[in-house]
C-alpha cells in the first residue's frame, strides 16, 4: 500500500477506482498503450490540477486489472493523493509494471463485486466511484449487475472507459463495433446518478480518452461541493439516452 489510507474519514472527496482489462483481448503492444497510457495521464497538468484542487479534502486512489472470474490483480493499493511526488510515485510503478499472467475470459461482474470490496476496506470518502475499462463484453461468472449487488453500490458511481478497435478517423462516425460495445456497457454495466461512457477508438486513442474521462469525473466530484453527498442511485440507465458517442451519459429521471 502507498501513501495514507488511514485518512480521517469524511476529509476524503472522493475514492477513485480504477479497473483495467487485460483479458485475452488485449494484446501485448496494447497493453502497453493502456498502462502507459495511464501512467502519462495521472502527470498531465490538467489531472493534475484536480487531483490537486483541494488539499484539505483529497481523492484517494486505487488500481486494479481483471480478466477471469477468479482473476484481479492489484497494481496500486489505496493512496491519497496529497502532492505531485505521489502522483510521480504512481506513474513510476505503473511504467515498470509488467503485465501478469492471468485468464483469458472477460469477466465485468466479478470485477465490479471486487471493486466493490475495495472500496468497502477503503478510505471513507464522500463520493465512490469506480472506473472500468474494456474492450468487450462480459462472458465469464456473474453478470455486469449481479457484480454490483452489495450495499456498497448504492453510494457508488460506475464509469466505464469503452475501447473499440483502430478505425481511420472518416470512419469513426460510422463505428458500428463501438456502437453496439457502448450501448452493451451502457445497459449493463455503468450505475448511479451521473454515470457515464467514454469512447476510445484504439488503445492507440486510451490515453486521451483516459483524460477527458477524468477531468468530468473530477470535475463533477468538485461541483458536489464539501458539505454534500451524491443523490440515491438510479436503477439504471434511460432507455431513450443516445445510444453512443466520444462521451454519453445515463441520464437519471
Known amino acids: 500500500m502507498m501513501g495514507g489510507a488511514g ?19 488485449v494484446d501485448t503492444v496494447e497493453y502497453g498503450l493502456q ?4 501512467a502519462a495521464t495521472l502527470l498531465d497538468p490538467e489531472v493534475q490540477a484536480l487531483l490537486l484542487s483541494e488539499p484539505a479534502n483529497p481523492i484517494a486512489l486505487t488500481i486494479f486489472e481483471w480478466s477471469g472470474r477468479f482473476d484481479q490483480r492489484s497494481v496500486i493499493g489505496w493512496t ?13 510503478v505503473l511504467m515498470q509494471h509488467e503485465r ?33 475499462s474494456g474492450d468487450g463484453k462480459h462472458n465469464d461468472g456473474d453478470r455486469p449487475v449481479l457484480g454490483r449487488t ?8 460506475v464509469n466505464a472507459l469503452v475501447i473499440g478497435h483502430d478505425a481511420p478517423p472518416g470512419l469513426r462516425s460510422i463505428d458500428g463495433e ?6 452493451y456497457f451502457r445497459a449493463e454495466v455503468i450505475h448511479g446518478p451521473g454515470a457515464f461512457i467514454e469512447t476510445a477508438f484504439g488503445f492507440q486513442d486510451f490515453q486521451a ?13 468538485l461541483a458536489i461541493g464539501p458539505n454534500e453527498i451524491a ?19 445515463a441520464r437519471q429521471p
Open 7 to 25: 485518512q480521517a474519514a469524511g476529509s476524503c472527496r472522493q475514492a477513485l477506482v480504477l479497473a483495467l482489462d487485460v483479458s485475452s483481448s
Open 178 to 183: 463501438i456502437a453496439d460495445l457502448s450501448a
Open 100 to 132: 501478469p499472467e492471468m485468464s483469458r475470459p472477460t469477466a465485468i461482474g466479478p470485477a465490479l463485486a471486487h471493486a466493490g470490496r475495495l472500496l468497502q476496506t477503503g478510505p471513507d470518502c464522500r463520493k465512490r466511484t469506480i472506473d472500468i
Open 209 to 221: 480518452a483516459m483524460k477527458r474521462k477524468l477531468l468530468r469525473e473530477l470535475a463533477m466530484v
Open 150 to 157: 452489495a450495499a456498497i453500490f448504492a453510494t457508488t458511481t
Open 35 to 38: 498502462i502507459k497510457g495511464l
Open 80 to 92: 491519497i493523493i496529497q502532492s505531485p511526488a505521489d502522483l510521480l510515485a504512481i506513474s513510476g
Open 231 to 249: 443523490g440515491p442511485m438510479a436503477n439504471g440507465p434511460d432507455p431513450n439516452a443516445p445510444r453512443w458517442g466520444k462521451t454519453t451519459a
